[in-house]
């Protein structure tokens, strides 16, 4: 079962902040984060581990609610260099493999 | 050290002709995913390889498709005969640690195919 993402696409003016939320029905061991930029391959940001903990990537962070099943990236102070899709991708305990969302397209504009 | 590499980057072929992808991981990876993008939709899971051995082939839609590791190195995904859902973006990636939860994914600007 893939995750949700929510929103599915988001417009920001440089400066401006957003958060992407990625919503699981299942049992959560880790959540990645991922952008991908038009034609180019999928870069990692961060991987989060259960226990909610927060992380950091530049000005770029993540909090993770393994009792809720949710994690959520934080997009502060945003730059023109965020725009891109991205993506959460899940893995339960298994771990053998991530299950991605649909993605959240970003646009920051000047 | 070199990223993960896919080859061709564009292929566009003809319904019932037959295509086959390569990747090449970061070299010493032994974890091998291959994924597809249909358009706008999510990046889905098709198989993993651990060194040469198939770990989990859930995603393959059917038996059009086929992936081979040989050696453990680099990989290929045949289609054949190919059909107009199989369009899209195939991404290979590769990691260096067995369990995904804590390891990140390296992956290649992927292959766009378009079947007419």
């Known amino acids: 079962q893939q995750p949700v993402q929510s929103p599915q696409a988001v417009i920001l003016r440089e400066g401006e902040d957003a958060v992407i939320n990625c919503s699981s029905s299942k049992a959560l061991y880790s959540v990645h984060w991922y952008r991908q930029k038009h034609g180019e391959a999928p870069v990692f940001l961060m991987i989060l581990l259960k226990g909610g903990e927060q992380k950091g990537h530049d000005k770029i962070s993540a909090s993770f609610n393994e009792k809720k099943q949710q994690s959520s990236l934080y997009l502060t102070a945003s730059q023109l260099s965020y725009s891109g899709t991205y993506f959460c991708g899940t893995a339960g305990a298994a771990g053998n493999k991530l299950t991605f969302g649909g993605g959240t397209r970003v646009l920051v504009k000047p | 050290e070199a990223g993960v590499t896919q080859f061709p980057s564009h292929s566009v072929i003809e319904k019932g002709q037959t295509v086959t992808l390569r990747c090449d991981p970061i070299?010493?990876?032994?974890?091998l995913y291959w994924y597809r993008r249909v358009m706008g939709k999510e990046i889905k899971f098709l198989l993993h390889?651990?060194?040469?051995?198939?770990?989990?082939e859930s995603g393959m839609p059917n038996n059009r498709f086929l992936a081979e590791r040989t050696g453990g190195t680099y990989s290929t995904l045949k289609v054949q005969p190919a059909e107009l859902e199989d369009s899209g973006v195939y991404f290979c990636?590769?990691?260096?640690?067995?369990?995904?939860?804590?390891?990140?994914?390296?992956f290649g600007n992927g292959t766009r195919l378009t079947v007419t």
């Open positions: 070299s010493g990876h032994d974890n």
């Open positions: 990636a590769s990691s260096g640690l067995v369990r995904s939860y804590n390891s990140p994914l390296h």
């Open positions: 390889f651990v060194k040469e051995s198939k770990q989990d």
